[in-house]
């Protein structure tokens, strides 16, 4: 393991009963950087994060964050560490200003400098005019906001950041992705988790792509991208049930993969020009009509279809 | 100093819920006050204002030999001519009449009639040979005493003054009756001076009569402090309400305030401390302290205010100190317990009208069962059962001054029951968490 690395991982993997939740997760990632695990709901993502964190203890593996064992040395990793959890988790009946002051001092931060850095992640979250209202009278994009303003406190070298854009207003979620990225410029490692693929795509340095608690895929965009050439994206919906055609146009010329997902059919195939006209034929055949069309280039929801059969689910 | 900081932030939290601060100070000040008020009227001017006891005397006393005694101490004495008047005008006195609203009849039949109708409490019937029996030193002179059986004080007050007065006057017989068996036939003379003497000193012991039935009206004391004697009689009756209340809702505080542990998991704040270099004890550690310190507040507080309200006397400082520190480690350990037990707050319902209901209810049984007889020992037994009746224990027995010593055994006992709690709490949080 080399020293630039800010997180390595070694074959993570947790147990729940029969479930297995993480399957022998390996993963680096290098300082300053933002790095991504996408993937559905329940792909475990979480539960690697959880273990990052020292929440849960790994059955199998381990993983070094600024070089501290999560397994031998929590209070190290967790020194260095800031996390932004799905939910927020704040003292609602707490002003914003008290919520940080005490997690400052859990952090152990005390005196004059827990005063100054409070105002700091104030200003950073641009919630100084309103420090002195409590929580429980923010709206969501605000209490958002004072959830990653507490992981800041520290001045954390890594912070890990579980799907912090779930449930919010498109406004607070592009507030959000541009702290990200700030928090990138200012020298930190960013660990995201997300289902979203447009935000992993537009942050990442480097993204691994989890499925049933296994990394399926792992590199840049680009990269990722290569694994499934040149291949268009056609996503269509048909006027009658899409299991009746999907069928069909797996056997269609030109055609590599086909996924339905609550009526929308996505399509990978080599050219789209030469797909389309065959996919009508079908449908035509069966007894549908193609009701809409769009087609894309490559990107992660691509990658994702191609190596699982499945579209990401949202 | 984190465990302080943890401790502060939830007692924040405490103390800015309304509905907690209610439940805390609120409920057990009202709820006393409720009594307080309600044994309000019984303590003002202290006295009790005992109806007056309707009574119908049927005198049919025919008199006998000449009544030759000084009657100048008995009310309405001289007017007597015969024992029957005397019994008669006894009960019209002035100073009896707030207890006895006496008529009377012309004969025993009108006299029960008006018992059996309701409109007489009880009828005495003077029988035609009253005064010529007690002159006769061996003959029983005897009043027929007829009362509603539905009835209790009134008919008793009128029995315990008729039986009294009548006890006195029998004296006098016994009295004569020694004195012929043992005196030769010379001073027989001596015997009018006898009975003239003992007669005098019992007629005079008989004129107090009311004064001694009714002690609990106490003028004199009246006199003195009317203000002071109704502040004592009140303290009295809600000081060991209000330690019920306190106790009661201490442990109501307690099992609320350490329900913070879960209410925290549910609100990710909890897995979120976890995630700070803030070791999991000391995490716990601040959590209980925070109960144990809310409690403290709350009965502190209690204590001090209460006295400047309803006027409690809790006893002497140490006593008081022992039972409070007994109600505090009690009632924190037992929610700490409490709480452990719980998968989440939803099951909190449960605990809160339940297992905090009953066993409070248990432990407060001494105080309601206090005024009965052989209630009382019973009731203090099965409070024992509870924690909460060892932490009444301790407020009574620093109320009713009982030596430091009872007070300490009894502070051990709860801090016994505090250990078992704690330890078996502190556990499984530790197991849960871990």
Known sequence: MTTNHAIQVQN?????????????????????????LLGPNGAGKT????????????DEGDALIMGHSIRHEAMGVKSVLGVVPQEIALYEDLTARENLDFWGKMYGLRGAALKTRVA??????GLSDRANERVGQYSGGMKRRVNIGVALLHKPKVIYMDEPTVGIDPQSRRNILDSVVALKQQGMTVLYTTHYMEEAQELSDHIAIMDHGKLIAGGTHAELVRIVGQMDRITLTVNVEAEKVVDAWRRVEGVKQVAADNGVITVLAEDSNRALPRLFDSANAHGARIASIDIQVPNLESVFLHLTGRALRD | MKILDIALKDMTRSFRSMFAVIFMFGIPLLMTGMFYFMFGDIASGGEFNLPRTKVIVA??????????????????????????????????????????????APDAETARAAVDGQRAQVALIIPPDFSKQFADVDGHAVIEFYQDPTLTIGPGVIRAFLNRFMDGMAGVKIAVNVFLDEAEARDQALAGVVVQRYLDISLAQTENIETKLLDTRAPQKKEKSAE???????????????????????FFTGTSTAQSILKEEEERTLPR???????????????????FLTVLVQVVTLLIISPIIFGIRWGEFLSVAVAAIGIICGASSFGIFVNSMLKNTKQSGVIF?????????????????????????LGETVSLIVPQGWAVRGILLAVNHAPI??????????????????????WRFNRRYA
């Open chain 1, 12 to 36: 993570l993997q947790k147990t729940f009963g029969e479930t297995q939740a993480v399957q022998g997760v390996s993963f680096e990632v290098q300082e300053g950087e933002i790095f991504s």
């Open chain 1, 47 to 58: 539960t690697t994060i959880s273990m990052l964190c020292c929440l849960l203890r790994p």
């Open chain 1, 120 to 125: 700091e992640v104030l200003d950073i979250i």
């Open chain 2, 59 to 104: 005198n049919l006393d025919k008199g006998g030999p000449k009544f030759q005694v000084n009657t100048k101490n008995i009310p309405g004495g001289a007017k007597a001519n015969t024992m029957g008047e005397l019994v008669v005008n006894v009960l019209q006195s002035e100073r009896v009449t707030e207890l006895v609203d006496l008529t009377l």
């Open chain 2, 228 to 250: 002071e004697e109704k502040q004592n009689i009140l303290a009295r009756i809600v000081t060991p309400i209000m330690g019920g209340m306190m106790i009661f809702y201490a």
């Open chain 2, 273 to 291: 401390l976890f995630t700070t270099p803030t070791s999991q004890a000391t995490i716990l550690s601040g959590k209980l302290l925070a109960v």
């Open chain 2, 353 to 377: 009208g339940g297992v905090l209901t009953v066993t409070g209810m248990l432990g407060m049984i001494s105080v309601f069962a206090a005024g009965s007889s052989g209630g009382g020992q």
């Open chain 2, 405 to 426: 010593s009872e007070s300490f055994l009894n502070m051990f006992a709860l801090l016994v029951w505090s250990a078992i709690f704690f330890v078996i709490g502190v």
